[in-house]
């Protein structure tokens, strides 16, 4: 049986895994890895590459930066807010809802920044006796969508970034250039939900007093500290997008802007170093990190050719740029 064969069959045994989540993803990913090195499809030295790699490093920081945002009540203030000022009609509330949610999980965690606009959208719902589910999903989709405006937005952005990277591609993705597609995604998305999503949506009725499973809680919701974290956040992101255009590039790369961004958070009392720890998503991590050997090991093995072969010979052997795309897209779905 041949390296690239044996390598198939792991990555049959780690999907299976993946999809049952018959034990933790972190684990599978990293067990994964583990498996690769001891097979012989990657060298024992690399099996533990993908924690060194610049994308994980460059995770943690965002991670730590967008986390300042939830604990000094900042994010929470701007959704309060935008919410308040687009009325008690359902059409009007969940174009304010869906739209704050987009603009700030482009920048900040996807489920945190629903996590910290779930307490709003149940009290007002409640004051206007809107049945929450109503706004609830709304909100999980804009969340969802905005992520993709920017290359921090969510954490395949990134990996896709990094992935030309590992290629040697020097002209990879721009921190806004995946806004070209994301934003008209978004914008068709927020219509598609409120003239036709809503009529698909179910009515439950939910108590704006329930206890909610918050990601992150507010501190003491110092003023001083929430225009603090504000700017850093800022300052990441103008230095991530402008760098090359303003002489920065090849001096501040993205992963040590998002890092020091990181640490001026903790150092200005933003959140603390626990929190710090607390706020990094380590089940992305450890995926991401164990996921690269396992490409690496498809690559070295021939698994990923056979792959390409076998899937470009049922599409007739010279498929065209449109049908590779939509084959990727059906998978990736």
Request: proline share 4%; with cysteine.
């Amino acid at each position: 049986m041949s390296q690239a064969v044996r390598c198939l069959m792991l990555l049959i045994v780690i999907a299976l895994l993946f999809v049952t989540e018959l034990i933790p993803l972190a684990i599978t990913a990293m067990g994964g890895a583990i498996a690769c090195g001891i097979l012989g499809f990657i060298p024992v030295k690399a099996v533990f590459a993908g924690l060194s790699n610049s994308t994980v490093v460059l995770f943690a920081g965002m991670f730590v930066v967008g986390a300042a945002m939830f604990y000094t009540g900042l994010a929470q203030k701007v959704g309060n807010v935008v919410v308040k000022l687009s009325g008690t009609s359902e059409n009007s509330l969940m174009f304010g809802i869906m739209l704050v949610g987009a603009l700030l999980s482009s920048v900040l965690s996807n489920t945190g920044t629903a996590a910290c606009l779930l307490p709003v959208v149940l009290g007002i719902c409640a004051a206007a006796k809107i049945p929450a589910s109503r706004q609830l999903m709304p909100l999980a989709f804009a969340c969802g969508l905005g992520g993709i405006i920017t290359m921090v937005g969510t954490p395949p952005n990134i990996i896709a970034n990094g992935a030309l990277q590992a290629a040697g591609y020097t002209n990879t993705f721009g921190f806004f250039e995946y806004a070209w597609i994301g934003i008209p995604l978004t914008v068709a998305g927020i219509l598609y939900m409120m003239f036709i999503g809503k009529h698909l949506l179910p009515k439950v009725e939910l108590d704006a007093n329930q206890e909610i499973e918050q990601e992150v809680e507010a501190n003491e919701g110092s003023v001083k500290k929430q225009w603090i974290s504000g700017a850093i956040l800022l300052v990441v992101v103008l230095v991530m997008a402008l760098g090359n255009k303003i002489g920065l590039k090849g001096i501040v790369t993205l992963e040590m802007a998002a890092i020091i961004g990181a640490m001026v958070s903790v150092l200005s009392g933003c959140l603390t170093e626990r929190q710090a720890y607390s706020s990094i998503d380590w089940v992305t991590i450890f995926l991401f990190a164990g996921m690269m050997p396992v490409s690496s090991a498809m690559d070295k093995t021939g698994a990923g050719k056979l792959i390409a072969e076998w899937t470009v010979g049922l599409m007739g052997g010279s498929p065209s740029p449109i049908m590779v795309t939509a084959i990727l897209f059906i998978l990736s779905c």
